[in-house]
């Protein structure tokens, strides 16, 4: 396993990252045990940094699999909170989730724009005095856009960024894969770190999975890739190609061939908050049904944690 530093942190993270939100309620919704041991298999491959968020809902199963001390571990959480007391909370909540009395980063969660930035002023100054008081030790953002990356590289007070990339850009909702890269390479000259999401669009590219991460990781500028993990195969062909080894066929095949998508249920109710809440709009109310839009959709699985009927799943 590679490592790398993240920015200007002295955090020496490995460059494949355990994004947690596969094994959560919000998609897989592994059984417990199960959840902790794909973590616990990442870890002893060598993977070093799992990404969480609290909208994930897994704070238990990152819990039980630090619990065993395979390696040391560094998480990255996120909020919406825009308060100052609010994001307080989250950073508590995680830490006591957790049983640690640090997180090593906490991110203000899925800025899409400099004005929505702007407006998580409180919340920044919570997360400023956290990393004085040790509760943190790296401020972060997570994106969707070119406009926040380039934005937030201008921030003294963020150390690191999470933008969506992958080749074909599918889910950067301002620009192309190619405008994402040159404000991740900014945004790296001003030293911040920069672990990336989406690396398989979502699913768009798991077919060619193996070629994708190679083109991610060949990039400048980006020092960690995130990638959602949810099984033991999928753990052991990631580390294989992130170690630029060939994963054994047969697994490779198992992988490729897990088609995932995106379950509404037929009792919706047409109230439209996930037309709201989802950053790619693809997602509509058709004839009184929510209806996704394969073709934009990436995944991301924000919609059902926002439906108040709980009918919408990634599976
Ligand atoms: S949030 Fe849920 S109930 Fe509301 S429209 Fe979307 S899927 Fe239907
Ligand atoms: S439809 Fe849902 S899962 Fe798909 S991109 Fe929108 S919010 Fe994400």
Known sequence: MEYQTLGNTDLQVSRLCFGSLTISPLQANLPLQEGVSVIRDALVAGVNFIDTAELYNNYEYIRLALREKLRPVYVCSKSYAYTYDAMRESVEKACRAIERDYIDIFMMHEQTSRLTLQGHAEALKYLVDAKQAGTIRAIGVSTHTVEVVRAAAMY???????????????????????????????????????????????????????????????QTGIDA???????????????????????????????????????????????????????????QIVEGQAVSNLNKCVLCGYCGAHCPEFCIKVI
């Open 156 to 218: 003294d007070e963020i150390d690191v960024i999470h933008p969506i990339l992958n080749k074909q850009g599918l889910g950067i909702c301002d620009g192309t894969a190619f405008d994402m890269l040159s404000a991740i390479q900014f945004a790296d000259s001003m030293g911040k770190g920069i672990y990336t999401m989406k690396a398989l669009g979502g699913g768009h590219l798991s077919s060619v999975a193996p070629a994708a991460f190679e083109w991610i990781l060949s």
């Open 225 to 283: 890739v995130a990638v959602g993990m949810q099984s033991r195969e999928e753990v052991r062909v990631n580390v294989a190609i992130f170690a630029g080894l060939q994963p054994e066929q047969k697994m490779l095949n198992q992988v490729l061939g897990r088609q995932r998508k995106l379950l509404i249920e037929e009792w919706c109710l047409a109230c439209g908050k996930c037309v709201q809440v989802c950053p790619m709009g693809a997602i």
